[in-house]
């Protein structure tokens, strides 16, 4: 007898498995075993390998962004990459020349970085390095300080001298926090090969090889042949990207100025993305800062002395509290000013304005890296700023103020318990009109007189500033912020949650709908004012602009970034034409793809918002700006249309050759002849150029590789790429090709993250995986099992092992049953011989060859492991049950069609499995190249008749156990006619079917059902319509005919020895009520239906 398989386990499955994985590791070191004898085989043959062709084939091209090579890839690598391996294997499949290349990002700073804190740990701490936190005590006192500085952070941040340091994201990682390069190095390197990484180059060297090698132990399916490194490591690359660089400023997209970007101090440069270790996609974010000079204190407050020191050397330049707002519109209605009272402020010396400005630390160290105006920084010296006078906040507290725009003479400045100093200058105005935080908090006071008295607040700093009145919003009112503290009926200034709720609607509401009630541009929208009263109050010397990142960032040297003016080479992104075309490409689905509608939104929204981008530094690894060579290109802008490179790296740099040695070019070309005109020749379709050194005919082949291969047909990425790179791509294929957009990409894929067993990666939490220890430990094919069934959308996915686990038992167990059964004598053959089931096993098989393909087109892949796995060994598991029940021999048809669609429908997925089991059938060629299975048209019928058996087993198998005990006869009651009421539902649902149901039918039918006075029919007859519904929709209009279009007797009469093995049964008789004399019970009748019989 052939052997039971064992079914995988998953959620989306409804598989009765064992979950427990396997106690030895035989099962996984076959699987181990096969997958180096098969990937050997795939590289003997090159059967990865893909050229322009000419004959008449579909080409198919898939890219990932190349991973950095500072390390080792991991699962995270791994989920994202499968998403392109799957994809490209299945387009395989379906007989197209399928092209997947990869290549190793080395640019930017991160390595140079690595390299530079490695050195510096062997100058302090020697070789083998004996690191201080090598002592017990020494580590606890070290963990004790991180712990305290992060409490203290997160104190100064929120003023709360209470607030406790939990976790940091260093601890959270490491379990330590303390971090040592050599440390790291030692988990993926041999400790006496550590001391060369302080060459940043040598790691160039070491990791992109292994890469590749990890890369081929996941079966990958990659043309190595076009593999390569970047940086000016490699010549043939960096010729590349200085052509690129140059077109791009031959028409105008590469400008040359101060620009605001996000900078590190230390660093000395601009923070692009892959520079940071925190607050990747975070750009600068414009505010205005308010000058709100200080008067001289009139309450006599002893607290005040400081302050009037320092108006006694510096009031004749002008002293001022400077908040940073988004809304420079509303300054007509400040009431007072607010600062955190446990806050650190400080006095500091503006030199471009010779006056004082009082704001935190961490601005005014932003404030000294901007232009005031015409290039002129604020202070003298960049990234230098004096400081006057330290205060705490409330040494602040109770100041007079002149507010700029006010209506009032003079306000005070306010206790505010909620200001972050992590955020804007510390320093808040308040307009209580339009904003709900500043008017519970101004009520609080006033209505509190002992809480404003605890800060030494007078009743007159408070109580005669009343709300003012600035803009009128239909149906909020002109005070839009008491609208909605009433409206959401918000009685405290701690109900942070209602608060969000009303900032978040009066501002959009006071933008998008409000009208100015004062100032100069009273009556005007404060969407067309905004901007003119912002640029007004400049003029007039009341306000600047400051710039802040939109959220912390911390450079990989771990210093937190400011936002500079910067002299750089930008790309202007934001450029209205160049814009345009890029949206015009992104909104037409004839062109583009986004396969998921949020990721849709995500490139519309970054198309609009994308500006002016920093693209050289300089520091780093890359290559240099071809006609300003004291500038490295950064590591984004150098990895925007490498996926065209991609294209004749096989022909410049070729096998082996990751860095790029002439002396192994396959095309013979040195690097120092890829002149501009000879990529212009293969990438631009100018003319050939003249005197060059290169073959025209390896030109021939390069222009012919790249015309043919072009466009890109999929990108897969995860979902963070697309604020940056990904929609940076399709702005420079824009310009290189803006006179052919046909050339631009075709489609972009983009996942989620990916936990692990439902939580974040976490060395702490140790389940943290890298891609090739995870591949040691379950193989190849169960790894990229668990990545398929992990998920496809663009939120989080989560790989199991345990799902891990159970694919290595159903894979080799599958392996045995497929190859046992497929070769077995004595199964019946022939045409004639089919019987019903042999029928459903092979429609069952056409239907999941079908939504399988339909599933993988669409970058499903979860449910096309659904459908083209576990389905269909549900449907072999019912087939091969029945056979043995009923003491029949399976069909050879049956069974063949069935064994070679899994085979192949699999290898998208487990394609070293596929290539064994197709070996062992006896199957010419490579799994890998084998067609996809052809499938028949679904039979719908069929299709239900079998739901109708298998519905029908189920609950009937439930009425047997509730049968008298002993019984072994029974009778199978069946009927073909519908009661009334159920025919009236069948009729009204044709009625309204027409190629599908209208969008609000379930509301139509709730309507026709109200006719019925009876509430209990009604009741029904709402159940029975949304089940019919659904199974229209699996099966077609069909389910909603008036009597059932098959024979329910003569079904049950051929499975009758199936039914009575399931059931337990000895004699079983199928009586349709329709044409039997039988007396049946009225209380039984009621039972039985059609499509559901009863078991009596």
Not at 316 to 322: A, E, H, P, Q, S
Not at 607 to 620: I, P, S, Y
Not at 894 to 922: L, N, Q
């Amino acid at each position: 007898m052939a052997p039971t398989a064992d079914v995988p386990s998953a959620e989306m499955s409804n598989l009765s498995v064992n979950p427990t994985a396997p106690k030895g590791t035989a099962k996984r070191d076959a699987l181990r075993a096969n997958e180096i004898e098969i990937q050997a085989l795939w590289e003997q043959e090159r059967v990865f390998e893909a050229d322009a062709a000419d004959d008449g084939k579909e080409k198919f091209i898939v890219t990932f962004p190349f991973p950095y090579s500072n390390g080792h890839l991991h699962i995270g690598h791994a989920f994202s990459l499968t998403k392109s391996v799957f994809r490209a294997q299945f387009e395989r499949h379906m007989g197209k020349n399928v092209l997947f290349p990869f290549a190793f990002h080395c640019t930017g700073m991160p390595i140079q970085a690595a390299a530079n804190k490695l050195k510096g740990e062997i100058e302090a701490y020697g070789v083998p390095p004996k690191f201080p936190e090598e002592d017990p005590q020494v580590r606890a006192k070290m963990e004790a300080e991180l712990a305290e500085a992060a409490a203290a952070k997160a104190a100064k941040q929120t003023g709360d001298l209470k607030a406790k340091g939990g976790k940091t994201k260093l601890v959270s990682k490491t379990g330590t926090g303390i971090v040592r390069q050599w440390n790291i190095l030692a988990k993926m390197v041999p400790e006496e090969e550590i001391p060369r990484f302080v060459d940043a180059l040598y790691w160039l060297n070491y990791f992109p090889p292994i890469g590749v090698e990890h890369m081929k132990h996941f079966g990958a399916g990659v043309d190595w042949r076009r593999s390569f490194i970047t940086t000016f490591v490699n010549p043939y690359y960096d010729a590349f990207i200085r052509w690129q660089f140059n077109v791009l400023r031959e028409k105008g997209k590469i400008l040359f100025g101060k620009r605001n970007n996000v900078y590190s101090i230390v660093d000395g440069q601009v923070c692009a993305d892959h520079d940071r270790s925190e607050g990747e996609g975070v750009g600068p974010q414009e505010y205005v800062l308010i000058k709100l000079k200080v008067l001289q204190p009139d309450h006599g407050q002893a607290r005040h002395k400081k302050m009037e020191a320092l108006l006694e050397r510096f009031g004749d330049k002008g002293i001022y509290l400077v908040p940073a707002t988004l809304r420079p519109e509303t300054m007509y209605g400040q009431t007072n000013c607010f600062v955190l009272p446990e806050g650190e402020y400080g006095a500091y010396y503006i030199d471009a304005t010779d006056e004082v400005f009082i704001m935190s630390e961490r601005s005014a160290r932003g404030l000294s890296c901007q232009v005031h105006s015409d290039d002129k920084y604020f202070t003298k010296d960049f990234g230098k700023i004096e400081c006057l006078e330290k205060f705490t906040g409330n040494e602040l507290l109770g100041l007079p103020l002149k507010a700029p725009n006010a209506t009032y003479e003079k306000v005070y400045t306010l206790p505010l318990l909620t200001i972050k100093m992590d955020k804007g200058t510390g320093v808040v105005t308040s307009v209580p009109s339009d904003a709900p935080d500043d008017y519970m908090a101004l009520k609080t006071l006033q209505d509190k007189p002992d809480f404003a008295a605890k800060y030494d607040i007078t009743p007159d700093m408070v109580d005669n500033y009343k709300v003012v009145p600035i803009i009128e919003v239909e149906g909020y009112g002109d005070a839009s912020a008491v609208f909605m503290c009433e409206k959401l009926n918000i009685k405290s200034a701690n109900d942070r949650v209602k608060l969000a709720q009303a900032k978040d609607e009066t501002y959009l509401k006071g933008f998008t709908s409000g009208i100015m009630k004062v100032g100069p541009y009273a009556g005007q929208k404060v969407s067309d004012a905004k901007p003119k009263i912002k640029e007004s109050m400049i003029a007039a010397g009341q306000a600047h602009l400051y710039f802040e990142p939109e959220s912390r960032v911390v450079s990989r040297t771990n210093d937190e970034c400011v936002v500079a003016a910067t002299d750089q080479w930008y790309l202007a992104y934001g450029e209205e034409s160049w814009t345009q075309a890029v949206k015009n490409h992104i909104l037409d689905e004839e062109k583009f793809n986004s396969y998921d509608p949020i990721a849709q939104a995500k490139y519309e929204y970054t198309v609009g918002w994308l500006k002016e981008w920093a693209c050289t530094r300089q520091f780093g690894l890359g290559t240099y700006l071809p006609w300003d060579n004291q500038w490295v290109i950064e590591s984004l802008s150098d990895s925007t249309i490498y996926m065209a490179y991609y294209t004749i790296a096989h022909i410049l740099q070729g096998e082996n050759n990751l860095n790029g040695e002439s002396s192994k070019s396959p095309g013979k070309i040195d690097p120092a002849d890829l002149t501009d005109d000879v990529f212009n020749y293969i990438f631009r379709n100018t003319p050939m150029p003249a005197n060059t050194n290169i073959d025209p005919v390896v030109l021939d082949k390069c222009k012919k590789e790249f015309r043919y291969w072009y466009p890109m047909d999929l990108r897969v990425s995860a979902k963070d790429l697309i604020p940056n790179h990904l929609t940076m791509a399709l702005y420079n294929h824009a310009a290189i090709w803006d006179d052919e957009p046909e050339l631009w990409p075709k489609g972009y894929y983009t996942n989620g993250h990916v936990l692990v067993d439902a939580e974040k990666m976490s060395k702490s939490k140790g389940n943290f995986l890298m891609m090739d220890e995870t591949i040691q430990n379950f193989s190849a094919d169960a790894t990229r099992f668990a990545c398929a069934d992990a998920g496809d959308s663009i939120e989080d996915a989560n790989f199991s092992r345990e799902t891990a686990d159970t694919a290595i038992v159903s894979l080799v167990n599958e392996d045995e049953w497929i190859t046992e059964t497929y070769l077995m004598e004595g199964m019946r053959s022939g045409e004639d011989s089919l019987n019903f089931m042999d029928r459903v096993l092979m429609n069952e098989t056409n239907r999941a060859i079908t939504e399988t393909a339909k599933c993988f087109s669409a970058m499903q892949f979860r449910e096309g492991l659904q459908k083209g796995w576990y389905e269909m060994l549900l449907a072999r598991n019912e087939y091969r049950s029945f056979c043995h029940d009923s003491g029949i021999p399976m069909h050879r048809s049956a069974v063949t069609k069935w064994c070679e669609a899994i085979i192949v429908m699999i290898c998208p997925i487990c394609p070293h499995w596929s290539e064994k089991v197709w070996k062992e059938i006896g199957k010419a060629g490579h799994a890998i190249k084998a067609p996809w299975p052809v499938a028949e048209q679904e039979d719908k019928l069929l299709s239900r008749q079998a739901k109708f058996l298998r519905d029908n087993l189920k609950n009937l198998r439930q009425q047997v156990g509730k049968g008298p005990k002993g019984s072994n006869s029974a009778s199978l009651l069946v009927t073909d006619s519908y009661p009334e009421w159920k025919v009236n539902v069948l009729l009204m649902m044709q009625e309204k079917y027409d190629n599908g149901f209208p969008t609000d039918f379930m509301q139509q039918l709730k309507a026709w059902c109200s006719n019925s006075s009876d509430k209990k029919l009604m009741k029904n007859m709402m159940q029975f319509a949304s089940f019919t519904k659904k199974e229209v929709e699996e099966v077609g209009p069909i389910a909603m005919e008036t009597t059932l279009p098959f024979d329910q007797k003569a079904i049950m009469e051929d499975c009758i020895a199936y039914f009575k093995s399931q059931l337990n049964l000895e004699n079983i008789d199928v009586v349709k009520l329709d044409d039997s004399t039988v007396a049946v019970p009225d209380r039984v009748r009621e039972n039985v239906v059609p499509g559901k019989s009863y078991l009596w």
